[in-house]
T-cell receptor, first 111, second 113 residues
């Protein structure tokens, strides 16, 4: 089955800097790539996704890039703020198949 | 916003105990999931279901049973709890199996002593 890997288990940035979290996947048929955020002591919630028909998507300070040839996708958080501190999970799925999660990246935004 | 409600929020049991975790979603989603979250392992899928009476095996099903009694309700059963099942359990739902976001409950923290 699909295997999704997150390359950074922890990431520390200064407030105002950009943060980049990288993920790779193995199934070339994967076509949907969502990201989830988990704040300390809380549940996960969806933040942004990208589908395989595009290679870039932006929602306010969040940008997702998809490189299908390299089977790599990344989440860019610009102008980071303390409230961006959380665990971020990337995920991937193909049509008619369940989603597969990475192990999560702990992002710490230092003032 | 889809609502997924888990109960209880916290549970303590002893080794060999019988535990049932409950999940209810009120958004008429077809799919429901049970995950466990452990440090160093991320989220691991235990069981999932695409409708009442249906059950699909996830990645770490050993020691767990599940039952989907209605479209809204999905239960996770630990009939002989072990300390290795101490974890944070999340229920989630989605309209479809793929290409749709998941909505997560608040989680149940289970401790098996």
């Amino acid at each position: 089955g699909e295997k999704v890997e997150q390359h950074e288990s922890t990431l520390s940035v200064r407030e105002g800097d950009s943060a980049v979290i990288n993920c790779t996947y193995t199934d070339t048929a994967s076509s949907y790539f969502p990201w989830y955020k988990q704040e300390a002591g809380k549940s996960l919630h969806f933040v942004i996704d990208i589908r395989s028909n595009v290679d870039r998507k932006q929602s306010q300070r969040l940008i997702v890039l998809l490189d299908k040839k390299a089977k790599r996708f990344s989440l860019h958080i610009t102008a980071t703020q303390p409230e961006d501190s959380a665990i971020y999970f990337c995920a991937a799925s193909r049509s008619n198949n369940r989603i597969f999660f990475g192990d999560g990246t702990q992002l710490v935004v230092k003032p | 916003e889809a609502a997924v409600t888990q109960s209880p929020r916290n549970k303590v049991t002893v080794t060999g105990g019988n535990v049932t975790l409950s999940c209810r979603q009120t958004n008429s989603h077809n799919y429901m999931y049970w995950y466990r979250q452990d440090t160093g392992h991320g989220l691991r899928l235990i069981h999932y279901s695409y409708g009442a009476g249906n059950l699909q095996i996830g990645d770490v099903p050993d020691g767990y049973k599940a039952t989907r009694t209605t479209q809204e309700d999905f239960f996770l059963l630990l009939e002989l709890a072990s300390p290795s099942q101490t974890s944070l359990y999340f229920c989630a739902s989605s309209a479809q199996i793929s290409n749709e976001r998941l909505f997560f409950g608040h989680g149940t923290k289970l401790s098996v002593l």
